[in-house]
């Protein structure tokens, strides 16, 4: 109920904002008619037009369905939040000093990524909200396209409050058990977690993660973007190169660095193929060196230009050298795209190429441990136990406790 209740709550401040419910006072006629077509951009129908004496409703097909799969997540993240919540505070006293904040920011992240754009994947006029102009600047493109092509604020809603929500799992299933919550389900036997050290090499693993995640999820989509100016059936060889290569490949691969550091450590490190290993890693060389350097002028004329190519554009650079002007001036979304995406995208790739032991050590630093829990002294399982355990009872071998018998400093020594 809980869930349902903050969904309602989102999807109609999401009508009201995004202009699909307006409350006012009409004539008649009154009537509900199912639109099928109208000129419009075709994912907006089929549609429902309902005129009331109450106001009007406006439901287009494909941003009604955006709404109804956001506003789920944002019930659910919500929900996350009130109960872990409650739970920090009823073990407030128990367990002073643990990080609730991180477990406060665990449930409310959905919510607070959902709401910068709230409104917008609902938008049918230009009465969007300011997040809109954050999502273009983000994606490399301009508001009014974005309000002209408005099925791609939906799809970013969408992506970013799912991966949101998969980020906040990961985080209670890692952290849940040092805020009194139950064990991790389907779980062989009984886990205890041995959060991660608080040094600088485990504080800059974290914010390289969470750079990591939103480069990867704002460069993907920003794949989608371009398809709003270049449709993918029109779009050349180089076009689809830096959609796979520079985009997805780049992106995902950061993503799942973010989400899942142990598990790509196991990939590069330990598990890969020697020959698939070779051909992933060369691929991402080839992407992170194209877009955190630059590609040669017959590259960047077509449209797979990196960051040397538009900051040699900015200095008046001919086009025959390289030159490849951005999508947008000088300002905070350029910025972002040449630091965020670029840079930290292209070098983290170029690094992982090269080394991936080192480039994911960071990563791994800020990561807790799940091992399994050590019996109790009546042989009951501790379960998910919030203390952490010492490297070096972790490590070492099983000790003895030399003791000598009372009869003499030469009796034999037994084990305990």
């Known amino acids: 109920m809980m869930t349902v209740f903050f969904a309602v ?3 109609l401040g999401s009508m009201v904002l995004g202009s699909m419910l307006l409350l006012t006072h009409l004539t008649p006629p009154y009537y509900a008619e199912v639109l099928w077509s109208g000129g419009a951009p075709a994912w907006n129908y089929p549609g429902l037009l309902i005129v009331q004496p109450w106001g009007v409703v406006t439901l287009p097909f494909f941003a009604t369905i955006a709404m109804v799969l956001v506003s789920i997540g944002v019930g659910i993240g919500m929900s996350v939040a009130v109960l872990l919540g409650i739970a920090l505070v009823r073990n407030r006293r128990a367990r002073a000093g643990q990080p609730a904040a991180v477990g406060s920011v665990a449930g409310l992240t959905p919510a607070m990524i959902a709401l910068v754009t709230l409104g917008a994947c609902c ?6 909200t ?6 273009g600047q983000v994606s490399g493109t301009s508001t009014d396209n974005l309000l002209l092509n408005n099925w791609f604020l939906g799809v970013f809603q969408i992506a970013v409050v799912w991966i949101a929500l998969l980020a906040q799992e990961l985080l209670l299933r890692v952290y849940g058990g040092l805020f009194g919550l139950a064990a991790i389900s389907g779980a062989p036997e009984p886990l205890r977690i041995v959060p991660p050290r608080t040094d600088r090499v485990a504080v800059l693993g974290g914010l390289l993660r969470v750079g990591l995640l939103v480069g990867g999820v704002t460069w993907s989509l920003a794949m989608l973007a371009e398809w709003t100016t270049t449709g993918p059936s029109n779009a050349s060889a180089i076009v689809w190169f830096s959609w796979v290569v520079q985009h997805q490949l780049l992106a995902v691969m950061a993503i799942l660095a973010a989400l899942f550091p ?3 450590t196991v990939v590069f490190v330990r598990g890969a193929h020697p020959v698939s290993a070779a ?9 992170g060196l194209s877009l955190a350097i630059g590609v ?4 960047s004329d077509s449209g797979a230009a990196g960051l040397g190519n538009q900051v040699w554009a900015l200095i008046a650079g001919s086009g025959a050298w390289g030159a490849s002007g951005p999508a947008s001036g000088l300002g905070p979304g350029l910025y972002f795209t040449w630091t965020v995406q670029f840079l930290l995208l292209g070098g983290f790739a170029i690094a992982l190429a090269i080394s991936p032991g080192k480039a994911l050590s960071p990563l791994l630093r800020s990561t807790a441990e799940v091992l399994p829990a050590r019996k109790g002294r009546q042989g009951a399982s501790a379960g998910l136990t919030p ?17 000598s018998d009372s009869s003499g400093p030469g009796a034999a020594p037994t084990d305990s």
């Open 262 to 264: 142990r598990w790509l």
């Open 387 to 403: 203390a952490p355990t010492p490297l070096a009872e972790r490590t070492a071998p099983a000790s003895t406790t030399v003791r």
């Open 279 to 287: 051909v992933l890693r060369g691929s991402l060389l080839l992407a």
């Open 9 to 11: 709550v989102y999807a």
């Open 130 to 135: 300011a997040g809109v102009g954050l999502v």
């Open 296 to 299: 040669p002028a017959p590259l």
């Open 123 to 128: 938008s049918t006029t230009a009465a969007a």
